[in-house]
């Protein structure tokens, strides 16, 4: 009889590996590094930036004893299934475990996905592929450029302003945009304009409620656009409108089609979160990534119940329109269906989808945090 293989998966979180080892046949056992498992160490700068700018990693102290325990279990392995997030922390982290580990290139492989239920689990392990070091080589820059710039901005920050500040690569650069423009606003040298506005009201119809009021803004005088620049001025105009007539010369109807909002990026998912219900950036992607990973709801487990949440693309799968379809149809009506789905102009195909109900029926499900 053959032995049976062993399959070692690594995710990045417990919560993730319990959502999908329910989804994997006794052949497979998966374990989570935790995040992730290599760094530069912090005591120094640990970038050679006259040798190409090489990194120096090395296995962050809290994570040696969990290293020692993926060892063991790789070793009994007949293949390593990398399965962390899809974006380029989760490909770096992949490609960590592999140099931490000293996993071949024939035994590790990589899977993807962008919403955690079972048809796309069983997918993506029917279709492994290999670590994309252009995505790796992406997040080791970013990592590179924050060690970079914090390591040397950092202690600057202490001698001038507080100790323990740290200055980071992005917010560096904004801190920068805000005092040149909080320059400018200083700099700025106002203007006195005027403004003149009337509360009309139309002449009663045969009823007493049929008199409409409205505003109106000056615009032209004597057809003519002007500017009023000081109170006398406006004060002469406003005697000379009040001696006036006044008639309605055009009445323009129009109407107005609100579309539906776009989907959820991380950016939008964080504005809704922050002015609905006024959740920090950083509450919204922690609730975010708990949905995703997997909810327990009781008898059925661990459940992902959204897709990946970190993406600025507005594409969304032909599969997923389907269901979306279907689900208006059958909830709503035909009326509610537009004849074709809708598109936006900034759909980058290619790119991991829009943050969306990963199981459509569930939408009515309610949740206690």
Not at 99 to 127: C, M, S, W, Y
Not at 139 to 152: K, S
Request: aromatic share 6%.
């Amino acid at each position: 009889m053959a032995k049976a293989k062993k399959n070692m998966v690594i995710v990045e979180s417990p919560a993730k590996a319990k959502t999908i080892g329910k989804y994997l046949g006794s052949s497979f056992f998966v374990c989570s590094s935790m995040g992730h498992v290599r760094d530069l160490p912090e005591k120094k700068l640990s970038v050679d930036i006259e040798n190409n700018f090489t990194p120096e990693y090395k296995i962050i102290p809290s994570r040696k004893k969990l290293i020692s325990e993926l060892l063991a279990g790789a070793k009994k392995a007949d293949a390593i299934y990398l399965a962390s997030d899809l974006d380029r922390e989760g490909e770096a982290i992949a490609w960590h475990l592999t140099q931490a580990l000293g996993i071949p290139d024939e035994k590790a492989k990589r899977v993807t996905f962008n919403e955690i239920t079972k048809d796309a689990i069983l997918e993506a392990f029917n279709h492994p592929s290999s670590i994309n070091m252009a995505k790796v080589n992406a997040q080791q820059a970013r990592r590179i450029l924050d060690r970079i710039v914090g390591y040397q901005i950092s202690p600057l920050l202490w001698k001038k302003i507080s100790k323990g500040l740290s200055a980071g690569r992005v917010q560096s650069v904004a801190v920068r945009l805000i005092v040149e423009r909080e320059r400018e606003i200083r700099d700025f040298k106002p203007q006195e304009y005027w403004k003149i506005t009337a509360e009309l009201k139309t002449i009663a119809g045969e009823k007493p409620g049929d008199a409409k009021t409205f505003k109106a803004i000056l615009q032209k005088l004597n057809n003519e656009t002007i500017e009023i620049k000081n109170e006398p001025q406006a004060t002469d105009i406003v005697s000379e409108l009040q001696k006036a007539g006044y008639s309605v010369a055009n009445v323009k109807k129009q109407t107005k089609r609100n579309n539906a909002p776009p989907p959820f990026t991380t950016s939008l998912l964080q504005q809704q979160a922050s002015t609905r219900l006024q959740f920090t950036a950083k509450k919204t992607m922690l609730i975010a990534q708990q949905l995703y990973e997997g909810i327990d709801l009781g008898r059925e487990g661990a459940v992902g119940l959204i897709t990946y949440m970190r993406t600025d693309s507005f594409h969304i799968s032909e599969q997923a329109i389907t269901s979306c379809r279907k689900l208006i149809a059958e909830s709503y009506g035909n009326n509610y269906l537009p004849e074709k789905p809708n598109l936006h102009a900034s759909d980058k195909k290619g790119t991991q989808a829009l943050t969306r109900p990963s199981v459509l029926r569930r939408l009515n499900t309610h949740l206690n945090p």
